[in-house]
Structure formats: C-alpha cells, structure tokens
C-alpha cells in the first residue's frame, strides 16, 4: 500500500507531498498527538518539513491507527480545507477501528481495502510473456 501511494504521489505531486509514517516518526507523532484542528496540524507539519502546504499539496498519513485524532481530523480537514488532499493508511486500521468506540468519520472519508497480489496478478504485471506461458501451461 506504502509504495503504491508513494509512487502515486512521486507521479502526480512530484515534490509537492508530504509523507508521514506515525509508527516511525516518534517526534512528528508526539507533536501531533491530540491535536485534531486542521490549521494546527498544517502549521505543524510545515515547521517540520519546512516546506508549504498548499491546494496543490498531498499529506500522506502512514499507520493511522497510532494516532486516533488524525482520523478524527479528515473530518475537519474536509470540511474547511477541502482542496488540501489527504491520504491515509494503515496497516492494522480495521483492528484499531474494532476496538475504538469513537469510529471513524463516516460520510467525510473514503476507504478503499488494499490486498496483497496473488503470484500470477505479481507476474502478469511483471512479466506478461511468462503469465502467458503459466496460463497456457506452456512451461519453460
């Protein structure tokens, strides 16, 4: 998911994106915790990168589920800086989400499952002469 996300944002953003992994960031995460206002979390993310954050601006929020107000926060940021995009991702989200009694903001938020690829999706994409002999069953 990680990498699919990056290489999106490499594409469309080029150096236009912050990236934000909250599991790995120890410092970025405890200046975030709590804070659920947009503007705070702009200023923060700003300061850190030295970088400004614009309507031409991704934040990629890595491992979500570390930071219970940054989900809360798309809520806010949707609703008062719409042309900010944001993405968020998260490994074990749908266990934190489980246990979390304060959800997720629904109706502000869209979520889409990433699975990992099965072998013959990896090689179709990587190699299609071969998925094609696999498929055949015209083995090498």
Same mark, same amino acid.
């Given at each position: 998911?990680?990498?699919?996300?990056?290489?999106?944002?490499?594409?469309?953003?080029?150096?236009?994106?912050?990236?934000?992994?909250?599991m790995?960031?120890?410092?970025l995460k405890?200046?975030?915790?709590?804070?659920?206002? =947009?503007?705070?979390?702009?200023?923060i993310?700003?300061?850190?990168?030295?970088?400004?954050?614009? +309507?031409?601006?991704?934040?990629?929020?890595d491992?979500?589920?570390e930071?219970?107000?940054?989900?809360?926060?798309f809520?806010?940021?949707?609703?008062?800086?719409k042309?900010?995009?944001?993405i968020?991702?998260?490994?074990?989200?749908?266990?934190?989400?489980?246990n979390?009694q +304060?959800?997720f =903001?629904?109706?502000?938020?869209?979520?889409?499952?990433?699975? =990992?690829?099965t072998?013959?999706?990896?090689?179709?994409?990587?190699?299609?002469?071969?998925a094609?002999?696999?498929?055949?069953?015209?083995?090498?």
């Amino acid at each position: 998911k990680t990498f699919s996300v990056l290489e999106f944002a490499k594409t469309h953003f080029i150096d236009n994106y912050f990236y934000v992994n909250l599991m790995i960031n120890n410092e970025l995460k405890e200046k975030l915790k709590n804070i659920n206002d =947009p503007k705070d979390i702009i200023n923060i993310l700003e300061l850190h990168f030295q970088k400004t954050i614009n +309507e031409q601006t991704l934040i990629i929020f890595d491992e979500i589920q570390e930071l219970k107000n940054i989900r809360t926060s798309f809520k806010f940021f949707y609703e008062e800086h719409k042309e900010i995009k944001i993405i968020g991702l998260g490994s074990y989200l749908s266990n934190a989400l489980l246990n979390d009694q +304060e959800g997720f =903001p629904v109706g502000k938020v869209d979520t889409i499952n990433v699975y =990992p690829l099965t072998f013959y999706e990896y090689v179709i994409n990587a190699n299609s002469l071969l998925a094609n002999k696999i498929n055949n069953k015209k083995y090498l």
